[in-house]
């Protein structure tokens, strides 16, 4: 399939710059099925109580967002070399090594040390260093921390900076709302280096509505990498590498999972990266089992979900993954008219910007 298939023109003063506030306050275009040329719904996060019923199951990504933006300067054999150089990390590999997308990665040689910081008590030394151990493609390299576990946890939090998209980093800096505003309130457990999204218009007040509406939720958790920020270069879909992300469902989970929709009730996704893990999870009956590993799941056009019945997501890049994937869930010429409406009545884009709820084809 083509990847030009899924442009289209988004003017720059629609890209959001801040959140909402408050979160729920956001507009929500709501999607149901139908041809391309059904009416939208134009309604806000805050009224997601009224479009449920409380047989319904919301699952969350419950990660949360490590400051993956460290940067540093080269050396080789001790000697210092006028190379300054941006890493940000986007999967662990072990308890010292991550993959990371490094600019200027063409600068960088395997052997290569890298030393992060300096200044003020971070590791007793003041100093983070790492190996370049190897350099792959696109600008990844593979990086060897001379710290491990805990201690380089720690490291990277004093060090590191919150990892906006570069849409928003490309127009101003990160301050310090970032580090609320880029975390969702059901952040429970550290390695994301990109926030799920659509999970950002979630408050205490919203979600207490839905408890109050009898609304159930349950959390999964998925790692999400900065490779969710790569341009697809590729011509035609098939010729695109997905990069793989870290995920988990607990039994719990999906126990609660399978009785909703056992039940009767929708399984509704709270941003793409829970739907691409419950896919990855389910079997071809549509049965989601306990997981706990990697999945470079790429869903476009054709592909048959198997678990998730609705989808709450922000809005995305044009020839991105993600727009590929909400054309798979709801219908290309669906989705083209959907964001043809949102462009039309102002609706705010991607990260920080406004959602859609959208029912599966």
């Not at 380089?152 to 939090?157: F, G, K, P, T």
């Not at 205490?204 to 920020?229: C, M, N, Q």
């Not at 043809?340 to 959602?355: E, K, L, N, P």
Request: glycine residues 10%; aromatic residues 8%.
């Amino acid at each position: 399939m083509r990847v030009d298939e899924f442009d289209f023109d988004l003017p720059e003063s629609l890209i959001a710059l801040r959140p909402a506030r408050p979160r729920r306050a956001a507009r929500l275009l709501v999607c149901e099925p139908g041809p391309a040329d059904a009416p939208f719904g134009d309604a806000r996060v805050e009224d997601l109580p009224d479009l449920l019923t409380p047989r319904d199951l919301l699952v969350f990504n419950d990660t949360r967002v490590i400051p993956a933006r460290l940067r540093g300067g080269r050396w080789r054999a001790g000697v210092d070399l006028p190379v300054s150089c941006e890493l940000m990390l986007h999967r662990r590999l072990d308890e010292s090594r991550w993959l990371a997308f490094a600019r200027p990665a063409k600068r960088l040689k395997p052997g290569d040390r890298i030393r992060f910081g300096g200044e003020g008590g971070v590791c007793l030394l003041g100093t983070l260093e790492a190996t370049v151990e190897a350099r792959g493609e696109r600008g990844e390299v593979t990086l060897a921390f001379d710290f491990a576990g805990a201690t380089l946890d720690e490291a990277i939090a004093a060090l590191g900076e919150m990892p906006l998209p570069p849409y928003i980093e490309g127009r101003r800096a990160t301050d310090e709302a970032d580090l609320a505003d880029y975390q969702t309130v059901l952040a429970a457990k550290d390695g994301a280096v990109a926030a799920p999204t659509a999970a950002l218009h979630f408050d205490e007040v919203l979600l207490g509505a839905l408890d109050a509406k009898g609304v159930g939720r349950v959390t999964v958790t998925l790692h999400v990498g900065a490779g969710t920020f790569l341009p697809v270069t590729a011509e035609d879909t098939e010729d695109h590498k997905m990069h793989a992300e870290w995920g988990e469902i607990a039994p719990e989970a999906a126990d609660r999972i399978n009785a909703a929709r056992a039940a009767g009730g929708r399984i509704v996704s709270i941003g793409t990266t829970s739907l691409r893990l419950l896919e990855s999870a389910a079997g071809e009956d549509g049965i989601v089992r306990p997981f706990r590993g990697e999945t470079d799941i790429f869903i476009t056009p054709g592909y048959r979900f198997r678990a998730v019945d609705m989808l709450m997501t922000n809005f995305h890049l044009p020839r991105s993954t993600l727009f590929m994937l909400v054309s798979a869930f709801s219908g290309t010429a669906r989705m083209k008219a959907a964001y043809a409406h949102a462009i039309a009545q102002g609706y705010r884009f991607y990260s920080y910007g406004d959602s859609s709820l959208l029912s599966r084809a």
